[in-house]
């Protein structure tokens, strides 16, 4: 394992808080681009919300709280 003494850890950690105040070039990514859709989608919201028909409609009371 390398062990590095506190005197040069101080001194890097001291050089890279430098380079950021000073304003050095951080490596930055691109973001993805918009994904080609080929169509409609398969699954409508009203079939993923079939389940959830009886707490929508107000039929049933929750179960859970954050009390």
Sequence with gaps: ??????RSFLQSV???AAALAVGAPIAT???AGPVQRNG???MKLSLAA?????Y???K???KMSLD
């Design 14 to 16: 001291t050089l890279s």
């Design 40 to 42: 409609k989608p398969h």
């Design 1 to 6: 394992m390398n062990h590095q003494s506190r």
């Design 50 to 54: 079939y389940s959830y028909r009886d």
């Design 56 to 58: 929508l409609q107000g």
């Design 60 to 62: 049933l009371t929750p």
């Design 29 to 31: 990514s691109r973001a």
